[in-house]
Protein backbone atom coordinates (compact mmCIF):
# COMPACT_ATOMS: atom_id res chain seq x y z
CA UNK A 1 0.00 0.00 0.00
CA UNK A 2 1.07 3.64 -0.34
CA UNK A 3 -0.47 6.17 1.05
CA UNK A 4 -0.43 10.10 0.44
CA UNK A 5 -1.47 13.32 2.12
CA UNK A 6 -4.32 15.09 0.37
CA UNK A 7 -6.45 18.65 0.97
CA UNK A 8 -10.14 18.19 -0.37
CA UNK A 9 -12.21 20.82 -1.00
CA UNK A 10 -15.72 19.69 0.16
CA UNK A 11 -16.09 16.08 2.53
CA UNK A 12 -20.04 16.36 2.93
CA UNK A 13 -22.01 14.21 -0.05
CA UNK A 14 -25.40 15.24 -0.24
CA UNK A 15 -27.62 12.04 -0.95
CA UNK A 16 -29.78 13.24 -3.26
CA UNK A 17 -32.52 9.88 -3.21
CA UNK A 18 -33.85 8.44 -0.43
CA UNK A 19 -31.50 6.04 1.47
CA UNK A 20 -33.35 3.50 2.46
CA UNK A 21 -30.60 0.84 3.44
CA UNK A 22 -28.80 3.10 5.44
CA UNK A 23 -31.21 5.97 6.67
CA UNK A 24 -28.29 8.56 5.68
CA UNK A 25 -29.12 12.18 4.66
CA UNK A 26 -25.28 12.57 3.93
CA UNK A 27 -21.88 10.78 3.20
CA UNK A 28 -18.54 11.53 4.14
CA UNK A 29 -15.23 9.38 3.46
CA UNK A 30 -12.21 10.19 5.86
CA UNK A 31 -9.93 8.00 3.63
CA UNK A 32 -10.40 7.08 -0.50
CA UNK A 33 -9.64 3.74 -1.10
CA UNK A 34 -9.41 1.39 1.65
CA UNK A 35 -6.58 -0.81 3.16
CA UNK A 36 -9.02 -3.83 3.71
CA UNK A 37 -8.98 -4.91 0.14
CA UNK A 38 -11.51 -7.07 -0.18
CA UNK A 39 -12.25 -9.18 -3.17
CA UNK A 40 -16.01 -7.72 -3.68
CA UNK A 41 -15.28 -4.40 -3.68
CA UNK A 42 -14.31 -2.39 -6.41
CA UNK A 43 -11.86 -0.40 -4.34
CA UNK A 44 -9.69 -3.13 -4.13
CA UNK A 45 -8.06 -2.72 -7.67
CA UNK A 46 -6.33 0.87 -6.00
CA UNK A 47 -3.18 0.49 -3.74
CA UNK A 48 -3.02 3.85 -3.00
CA UNK A 49 -4.91 5.33 0.03
CA UNK A 50 -5.39 9.08 0.15
CA UNK A 51 -5.70 10.24 3.83
CA UNK A 52 -8.00 13.86 3.74
CA UNK A 53 -6.07 15.51 5.88
CA UNK A 54 -7.84 19.02 6.03
CA UNK A 55 -10.72 16.87 6.61
CA UNK A 56 -11.70 18.31 9.77
CA UNK A 57 -11.68 21.94 8.75
CA UNK A 58 -13.68 21.22 5.59
CA UNK A 59 -16.46 19.50 7.25
CA UNK A 60 -16.79 22.17 10.32
CA UNK A 61 -17.58 24.99 7.69
CA UNK A 62 -19.89 22.48 5.38
CA UNK A 63 -21.62 21.72 8.66
CA UNK A 64 -22.33 25.43 9.73
CA UNK A 65 -24.32 25.79 6.53
CA UNK A 66 -26.12 22.56 6.25
CA UNK A 67 -29.55 21.22 7.53
CA UNK A 68 -29.32 18.36 10.23
CA UNK A 69 -29.70 15.37 8.72
CA UNK A 70 -27.94 11.91 9.47
CA UNK A 71 -23.88 11.32 8.14
CA UNK A 72 -22.81 8.16 6.97
CA UNK A 73 -19.41 7.80 7.72
CA UNK A 74 -17.83 5.84 5.99
CA UNK A 75 -20.21 5.09 3.02
CA UNK A 76 -17.36 4.12 0.39
CA UNK A 77 -14.21 3.15 2.36
CA UNK A 78 -13.69 1.92 5.74
CA UNK A 79 -13.33 4.65 8.11
CA UNK A 80 -11.71 3.03 10.72
CA UNK A 81 -9.06 0.97 8.45
CA UNK A 82 -5.53 0.93 9.92
CA UNK A 83 -3.59 4.16 9.22
CA UNK A 84 -7.17 5.43 11.23
CA UNK A 85 -4.82 4.38 13.95
CA UNK A 86 -2.00 6.71 12.91
CA UNK A 87 -4.30 9.96 11.73
CA UNK A 88 -7.34 9.73 14.03
CA UNK A 89 -9.56 11.63 11.02
CA UNK A 90 -12.34 9.65 11.60
CA UNK A 91 -12.72 10.61 15.51
CA UNK A 92 -11.49 13.89 14.88
CA UNK A 93 -14.40 14.03 12.36
CA UNK A 94 -16.81 12.54 15.22
CA UNK A 95 -16.12 15.27 17.40
CA UNK A 96 -17.31 17.56 15.03
CA UNK A 97 -20.45 16.00 14.24
CA UNK A 98 -20.85 16.04 17.86
CA UNK A 99 -20.21 19.33 18.54
CA UNK A 100 -23.00 20.41 15.70
CA UNK A 101 -25.82 17.97 16.81
CA UNK A 102 -25.76 15.83 13.53
CA UNK A 103 -26.75 12.33 13.72
CA UNK A 104 -24.48 9.87 12.51
CA UNK A 105 -24.15 6.26 11.53
CA UNK A 106 -21.13 4.64 10.95
CA UNK A 107 -20.13 1.56 8.70
CA UNK A 108 -17.43 -0.47 9.34
CA UNK A 109 -15.61 -3.98 9.93
CA UNK A 110 -13.22 -2.87 12.46
CA UNK A 111 -13.08 -3.22 16.16
CA UNK A 112 -11.19 0.16 16.02
CA UNK A 113 -14.41 2.17 16.61
CA UNK A 114 -14.61 0.51 19.87
CA UNK A 115 -11.74 3.17 20.82
CA UNK A 116 -14.84 6.02 20.33
CA UNK A 117 -17.11 5.20 22.62
CA UNK A 118 -16.47 8.21 24.76
CA UNK A 119 -17.77 10.58 21.46
CA UNK A 120 -20.23 8.08 19.86
CA UNK A 121 -22.38 7.99 23.48
CA UNK A 122 -22.47 11.66 22.85
CA UNK A 123 -23.72 12.10 19.73
CA UNK A 124 -27.65 11.71 19.25
CA UNK A 125 -28.87 9.12 17.28
CA UNK A 126 -25.88 7.56 16.64
CA UNK A 127 -25.80 4.26 14.96
CA UNK A 128 -23.39 1.72 14.06
CA UNK A 129 -23.22 -0.99 11.60
CA UNK A 130 -20.67 -3.78 11.46
CA UNK A 131 -20.67 -5.87 8.13
CA UNK A 132 -19.95 -9.40 7.50
CA UNK A 133 -20.22 -11.85 5.04
CA UNK A 134 -19.34 -14.98 6.52
CA UNK A 135 -19.18 -16.44 10.09
CA UNK A 136 -16.91 -19.20 8.25
CA UNK A 137 -12.82 -18.14 8.28
CA UNK A 138 -12.26 -20.44 5.68
CA UNK A 139 -14.97 -18.16 3.42
CA UNK A 140 -13.55 -14.68 5.09
CA UNK A 141 -9.91 -15.47 4.53
CA UNK A 142 -10.36 -15.55 0.84
CA UNK A 143 -12.58 -12.58 0.22
CA UNK A 144 -11.50 -10.06 2.79
CA UNK A 145 -8.29 -11.55 4.54
CA UNK A 146 -7.23 -8.68 5.99
CA UNK A 147 -10.64 -7.77 7.89
CA UNK A 148 -11.25 -8.92 11.33
CA UNK A 149 -12.23 -12.05 12.54
CA UNK A 150 -16.48 -12.70 11.96
CA UNK A 151 -15.74 -13.52 16.13
CA UNK A 152 -14.41 -10.16 16.68
CA UNK A 153 -16.93 -8.10 14.57
CA UNK A 154 -19.85 -9.78 16.43
CA UNK A 155 -17.88 -9.17 19.73
CA UNK A 156 -17.77 -5.14 18.72
CA UNK A 157 -21.45 -5.45 18.57
CA UNK A 158 -21.99 -6.68 21.97
CA UNK A 159 -19.33 -4.13 23.11
CA UNK A 160 -21.11 -1.19 21.50
CA UNK A 161 -24.56 -2.42 22.92
CA UNK A 162 -23.68 -2.71 26.30
CA UNK A 163 -22.07 0.87 26.24
CA UNK A 164 -25.29 2.10 25.16
CA UNK A 165 -24.50 2.71 21.15
CA UNK A 166 -27.21 1.75 18.61
CA UNK A 167 -25.32 -1.60 17.02
CA UNK A 168 -26.58 -4.09 14.32
CA UNK A 169 -25.16 -6.30 11.60
CA UNK A 170 -24.97 -6.12 8.04
CA UNK A 171 -24.71 -8.80 5.96
CA UNK A 172 -23.14 -7.19 3.22
CA UNK A 173 -22.74 -8.27 0.14
CA UNK A 174 -24.86 -11.31 0.46
CA UNK A 175 -22.58 -13.78 -1.71
CA UNK A 176 -25.21 -16.15 -4.22
CA UNK A 177 -24.55 -19.63 -4.00
CA UNK A 178 -22.15 -19.27 -0.55
CA UNK A 179 -23.43 -18.38 2.01
CA UNK A 180 -27.21 -18.86 2.00
CA UNK A 181 -26.98 -22.30 4.05
CA UNK A 182 -25.49 -19.70 7.07
CA UNK A 183 -28.41 -17.49 7.52
CA UNK A 184 -29.79 -19.08 10.57
CA UNK A 185 -26.66 -19.35 12.29
CA UNK A 186 -25.88 -15.73 10.95
CA UNK A 187 -28.84 -14.57 12.84
CA UNK A 188 -28.82 -16.85 15.64
CA UNK A 189 -25.29 -14.94 16.38
CA UNK A 190 -26.65 -11.60 15.81
CA UNK A 191 -29.34 -12.25 18.47
CA UNK A 192 -26.90 -13.50 20.67
CA UNK A 193 -24.05 -10.38 20.51
CA UNK A 194 -27.23 -7.86 20.99
CA UNK A 195 -27.63 -7.19 17.35
CA UNK A 196 -30.53 -4.60 17.18
CA UNK A 197 -31.15 -5.12 13.47
CA UNK A 198 -29.82 -6.81 10.89
CA UNK A 199 -29.50 -4.87 7.31
CA UNK A 200 -28.19 -6.85 4.05
CA UNK A 201 -27.92 -6.08 0.55
CA UNK A 202 -26.95 -8.53 -2.55
CA UNK A 203 -23.34 -8.26 -4.34
CA UNK A 204 -22.78 -5.96 -7.18
CA UNK A 205 -20.68 -6.91 -9.71
CA UNK A 206 -19.75 -3.63 -11.92
CA UNK A 207 -17.55 -3.06 -14.77
CA UNK A 208 -14.20 -4.58 -14.56
CA UNK A 209 -15.14 -6.05 -11.01
CA UNK A 210 -16.84 -9.05 -12.72
CA UNK A 211 -14.11 -10.48 -14.89
CA UNK A 212 -12.12 -9.99 -11.48
CA UNK A 213 -15.14 -11.52 -9.24
CA UNK A 214 -15.03 -14.06 -11.59
CA UNK A 215 -11.58 -15.14 -11.71
CA UNK A 216 -11.80 -15.32 -7.96
CA UNK A 217 -14.01 -18.02 -8.13
CA UNK A 218 -12.15 -19.98 -11.20
CA UNK A 219 -9.61 -20.28 -8.33
CA UNK A 220 -11.35 -20.72 -4.82
CA UNK A 221 -15.21 -22.14 -6.31
CA UNK A 222 -15.12 -23.02 -10.02
CA UNK A 223 -18.58 -25.25 -9.57
CA UNK A 224 -20.02 -21.79 -9.08
CA UNK A 225 -18.21 -19.81 -12.38
CA UNK A 226 -21.54 -20.86 -14.71
CA UNK A 227 -24.33 -19.82 -11.45
CA UNK A 228 -22.51 -16.45 -11.61
CA UNK A 229 -22.26 -15.78 -15.34
CA UNK A 230 -26.00 -16.70 -15.21
CA UNK A 231 -27.13 -14.66 -12.21
CA UNK A 232 -25.19 -11.57 -13.63
CA UNK A 233 -25.66 -11.78 -16.97
CA UNK A 234 -27.38 -8.49 -18.30
CA UNK A 235 -26.50 -6.67 -15.17
CA UNK A 236 -24.35 -5.42 -12.24
CA UNK A 237 -27.12 -6.77 -10.15
CA UNK A 238 -28.40 -10.61 -9.43
CA UNK A 239 -31.74 -11.32 -11.36
CA UNK A 240 -34.65 -9.79 -10.21
CA UNK A 241 -35.59 -13.79 -8.69
CA UNK A 242 -32.73 -14.34 -6.90
CA UNK A 243 -33.03 -11.00 -5.12
CA UNK A 244 -36.80 -11.86 -4.22
CA UNK A 245 -35.80 -15.27 -2.92
CA UNK A 246 -33.21 -13.68 -0.83
CA UNK A 247 -35.17 -11.01 0.52
CA UNK A 248 -37.79 -13.28 1.58
CA UNK A 249 -35.50 -15.34 3.49
CA UNK A 250 -33.10 -13.00 5.45
CA UNK A 251 -36.81 -11.29 6.37
CA UNK A 252 -38.29 -14.61 7.75
CA UNK A 253 -34.90 -15.02 9.88
CA UNK A 254 -35.49 -11.52 11.13
CA UNK A 255 -39.11 -12.43 12.21
CA UNK A 256 -37.73 -15.76 13.47
CA UNK A 257 -34.99 -13.88 15.73
CA UNK A 258 -36.93 -11.22 16.46
CA UNK A 259 -34.76 -8.42 15.04
CA UNK A 260 -35.08 -5.25 12.61
CA UNK A 261 -34.28 -5.84 9.29
CA UNK A 262 -34.36 -1.89 8.95
CA UNK A 263 -32.81 1.19 11.00
Do not use: W
Request: hydrophobic share 35%; aromatic share 10%; glycine share 4%.
Amino acid sequence: MQYKQVKVDFLLNKITTKDKLFGGDYTIDPYQNCEFGCLYCDSSFDKTIYVKINAVETLEKELEKSKKGTIIVGSVHDPYQKIEEEFHITRDLLKIIEQNGFPCHILTKSDLVIRDVDILSQIENCFVTISITSLRESITKIFEKNVPSPKIRLQTIKKLTNEGIRSGLALIPVLPYIVEKEFKDIFNSAKIHSAQYVLHKHLELKGDQKTFFINILKEFYPSLVEKYKKLYENNYMPDDKYILKINNLINEQCKNFELMNKI
